[in-house]
């Protein structure tokens, strides 16, 4: 240690080179379990499905261009178990990105009605022929209608209302959407509209393409990428926004990141499956301890366990119902419903 | 030094004004006092001293340079600011709350300096803080709470330190501590400006006063001369008693409505 010491040309710089006072470590393994959680639950997921093929006859498929095998690994389990991890990663970090914004647990995606705004775009582009016009447009309109009612919830929360109104809003907007959704179904030309509607206002990854893939994961990820620029925002926004502001830091552009992101990735998600609600609720409120509460840190975790979540959920969804019954969204609403309750619960008997 | 100057300011609300024509100086080193009775306009000073408010007529001058000429950052590195509900919305460790007052000073993405971390420690025992740094702000009390935040806005080390009425949730002690605090901060050449209710405080802690009335200045200087009976009056209806202790400034009691 002396020999290393006094080679150091400067010994006053020693041991400067990090900031020792706070610990990342245990947050670094948080992060990287997570990580190995999702990529185990994604190649679980991958290896579950009807056809009963043995692992090495996927694997082999995997790799090879024809066969039975081959269309099924490549085609069928790859583009689902990767749009889990895609569509969990939005989720998720859409959650954790609202959260940090509102400064309130209650708030997300699917809560503040952006999913299902978003799923109505989606629905539209579906039913009424633009998607046949371009395969781009689907997610285009997903993401003009998460746009929108995002952009409700920041010209509400520019105008100075408190949370429990943009949440009460958002409610309202869900509603709404949903409400819109059904009648856009039953005037549509395509028979088998009524028949899907069920799908698109719950969410399912089943029967998903590689196209689908092709679109989502991209848009996604363009949308996590902006929603980690405001980071630096949200950690701020814990004093509040006067003090944020005096931090130097510009709220509207915070805020116009976070509607942009989340409408981006949310957007995506929901083209790709359908509105999935809660992910994007229970993911951070439960990864939040492990990260110091500091929202800033807690997006890409949060990413990271929405797509471990939604995985996962999926993988049970078709161990319970093989046929298909169960859908991946009223699973994660029958989970994340009581678990939003057991929240307002709590923040009632906090001061 | 004059570190903060308002000539002839005025700003509102939709059209309600709520200063008109203020003119003050704050000088380096000094702890300077807004009073007056509720919806005077300290606040909005202060608003306006952030650049939250426009201002629609006057002039805010930032250590001699014009409020609006100054870029963000800059702007942040110079005056720090602690508001009247000042709470951490998350329950993130004191320590990291405090770092958030070094933020003016990174560079997006950038981890804590030396200096920085420098900054945050000696912020947190300037406050006595220290020894709850590593606690979590929903563990602390209300006093220890306040004794964070403050270390928070003092670790920026701006020269210009606005608080607003930071007395008002806190016992006779804490409210000592926290204007030693600030009277600290001045002996280091701090300009502190400090909104008060409690004229106690006001005419024992503050080198100078400025008093508003409904936005506008009605006295302005030291306590003795500021707090005349007849500023106590005209500005908050009111007179007071006047307790002296030996060789310390005669601190001013409320005493009955008029």
Known sequence: MDSLASANPNPLKRNTSRATVFPVSHAAWTTAALAAVALVFATISFFIGPAHLGAGDLIGGLFSSHGMASIIAREIRLPRALLALVVGAALGSSGAALQGLFRNPLAEPGVTGVTSSAGFGAIIAMYFGFAALSPALLPAFAIAGALASASILYLLSRAGAGVMALVLTGVAIASL?????????????NPYAMSEMVMWMMGSLKDRTLSDLAFAAPLAA??????????????ALVLGEEVAHSLGINIHSVRRRVVVGVALATGAATAAAGAVSFVGLVVPHLLRPFYGYEPARLIWPSALGGAALVSAADIAV???????????????????????????????REP | MTALSLE???AGYHGRRALSAVTAEFAAGRVAGLIGPNGAGKTTLLRVVLGLLKTEQGEVRVLGQPLTAWPRAGLARS???????????????????VALGRMPHRAPLAPLSPSDSEAVEEALARCDAAQFAARRMDELSAGERARVLLARALAT??????VDEPAAHLDPAHQLRLMELLRAEAARGVAVIVTLHDLALASRFCDELVVLKSGEVVAQGPADKALSDATLAQAFGITAQRAGSG????ALVAWRRL
């Open chain 1, 222 to 235: 363009i949308g996590i990428l902006i929603l980690s620029t405001a980071a630096r925002g949200l950690d």
């Open chain 2, 8 to 10: 002839n300011v005025s």
């Open chain 1, 177 to 189: 959407a949903t409400a819109l959704t059904a009648l856009a179904l039953s005037l549509a030309p």
């Open chain 2, 79 to 97: 005056i720090a600011y602690l508001p009247q509900t000042a709470e951490a919305n998350w329950p993130i460790l004191a320590r990291n709350l």
């Open chain 1, 318 to 348: 078709r161990l319970i119902a093989p046929d298909g019954q169960l859908l991946l969204g009223v699973l994660t609403a029958m989970l994340g419903a009581p678990f939003f309750i057991w929240l307002i619960l709590r923040m009632r």
């Open chain 2, 157 to 162: 080390q701006a020269p210009i330190l606005l």
């Open chain 2, 247 to 250: 060789g310390e400034r005669a």
